[in-house]
């Protein structure tokens, strides 16, 4: 049975928000598509609708894309550099606007948290059960892992239901103010297994305790690619044999490129809450290098641009 004028009409409607542009391109969908779940389709995967509707999570990585072009070969100082800036925009953050930059909705700003905190720590809850769903498809048990590091706790939004689930957690941050606020919510409902540090240098980092897990979400893509690779690796160094990671970061943008010399100089001025990407080769290169086997490789929604960005979550162990 042929479309009808009347459904190209609504098809228009519902999927591009208007009305067709011409007598011409109703005849032409009238003879290009011969029901209206082929019409459907056709609509669905035009340019017109993806630029619409990038909220609705169209992956864009078929293989067909090119490499992002990433510098990552910092020199010791320059890493100490991009820390640096990074620590201070957080501090900044943490002083200003702290719920909301862990979770960037206006319920969330200073004037607001009042009324809508429960609601944003109780959001932590679901980031845990989805750690401990991931753990099982694995069949991982969560009882073998004792002690836990979260790599940017923030105001300790994820870190309280951590606490729940390991006998000991170290709760870490680059923010001295997101810190304080994470102590005190802490302290606030008698949790007393965790314990609060600052990493203020890549030094820092070299010093991490020894775990049986450690958990990062929503934390290294706001670090430059160079810091992102130092930090990654000295995280998988802090594990145990067999202990078990589980990190996110955002790995593809069609339009993402990173230069050191530029960052430093001005780029890193651009935007509060940055976003930055590193490719799944360098990810896969660290944990080879860190005698890491990679167990699972989600694909989340994490970053704002779906239609154009991948944001993956790792599931990996240590061997050795």
Same mark, same amino acid.
């Given at each position: 049975?042929?479309?009808?004028?009347?459904?190209?009409?609504?098809?228009?409607?519902?999927?591009?928000? !208007?009305?067709?542009?011409?007598?011409?391109?109703?005849?032409?969908?009238?003879? !290009?598509?011969?029901?209206?779940? $082929?019409?459907?389709?056709?609509?669905?995967?035009?340019?017109?609708?993806?630029?619409?509707?990038?909220?609705?999570?169209?992956?864009?990585?078929?293989?067909?894309?090119?490499?992002?072009?990433?510098?990552?070969?910092?020199?010791?100082?320059?890493?100490?550099?991009?820390?640096?800036? #990074?620590?201070?925009?957080?501090?900044?953050?943490?002083? /200003?606007?702290?719920?909301?930059?862990?979770?960037?909705?206006?319920?969330? /700003?200073?004037?607001?948290?009042?009324?809508?905190?429960?609601?944003?720590?109780?959001?932590?809850?679901?980031?845990?059960?989805? *750690?401990?769903? #991931?753990?099982?498809?694995?069949?991982?048990?969560?009882?073998?892992? !004792?002690?836990?590091?979260?790599?940017?706790?923030?105001?300790?939004?994820?870190?309280?239901?951590? $606490?729940?689930?390991?006998?000991?957690?170290?709760?870490?941050?680059? +923010?001295? &103010?997101?810190? $304080?606020?994470?102590?005190?919510?802490?302290?606030?409902?008698?949790?007393?297994? &965790?314990?609060?540090?600052?990493?203020? #240098?890549?030094?820092?980092?070299?010093?991490?305790?020894?775990?049986?897990?450690?958990?990062?979400?929503?934390?290294?893509?706001?670090?430059?690619?160079?810091?992102? /690779?130092?930090?990654?690796?000295?995280?998988?160094?802090?594990?145990?044999?067999?202990?078990?990671?589980?990190?996110? *970061?955002? #790995?593809? +943008? *069609?339009?993402?490129?990173?230069?050191?010399?530029?960052?430093?100089?001005?780029?890193?001025?651009?935007?509060?809450?940055?976003?930055?990407?590193?490719?799944?080769?360098?990810?896969?290169?660290?944990?080879?290098?860190?005698?890491?086997? *990679?167990?699972?490789?989600?694909?989340?929604?994490?970053?704002?641009?779906?239609?154009? /960005?991948?944001?993956?979550?790792?599931?990996?162990?240590?061997? +050795?």
């Amino acid at each position: 049975m042929s479309l009808t004028e009347e459904e190209v009409r609504w098809a228009y409607r519902l999927f591009y928000d !208007r009305e067709p542009e011409s007598p011409e391109a109703i005849a032409f969908h009238q003879t !290009r598509s011969k029901d209206v779940k $082929a019409l459907r389709k056709h609509l669905l995967g035009s340019a017109e609708f993806k630029g619409k509707n990038e909220e609705l999570g169209i992956v864009p990585y078929f293989g067909d894309k090119p490499r992002m072009q990433i510098e990552t070969n910092a020199s010791s100082s320059e890493l100490e550099q991009l820390l640096a800036l #990074t620590q201070r925009k957080w501090q900044k953050l943490g002083k /200003e606007r702290p719920h909301w930059s862990v979770l960037t909705s206006e319920q969330y /700003e200073s004037d607001r948290i009042g009324e809508n905190q429960d609601e944003f720590y109780d959001s932590g809850k679901l980031e845990i059960d989805f *750690l401990k769903k #991931t753990l099982a498809r694995s069949e991982i048990d969560p009882t073998d892992l !004792r002690v836990c590091l979260e790599l940017g706790c923030g105001v300790g939004r994820v870190t309280r239901w951590l $606490a729940d689930m390991f006998d000991k957690v170290h709760a870490c941050d680059i +923010s001295a &103010a997101h810190l $304080a606020i994470a102590k005190k919510h802490l302290e606030n409902h008698n949790i007393e297994n &965790a314990d609060f540090h600052q990493l203020n #240098t890549i030094s820092d980092f070299e010093n991490l305790p020894d775990v049986d897990l450690f958990y990062s979400i929503i934390v290294l893509q706001h670090n430059p690619p160079p810091a992102i /690779e130092i930090i990654l690796d000295r995280l998988l160094k802090c594990l145990k044999p067999n202990g078990i990671g589980f990190f996110q *970061l955002p #790995t593809y +943008s *069609l339009n993402y490129t990173f230069s050191i010399k530029s960052y430093l100089e001005n780029d890193h001025k651009t935007c509060e809450v940055e976003g930055h990407f590193l490719q799944q080769k360098s990810v896969f290169e660290i944990l080879k290098n860190n005698n890491c086997d *990679l167990i699972e490789v989600i694909t989340d929604p994490r970053t704002g641009s779906p239609s154009r /960005e991948i944001s993956n979550s790792f599931l990996i162990r240590k061997t +050795s």
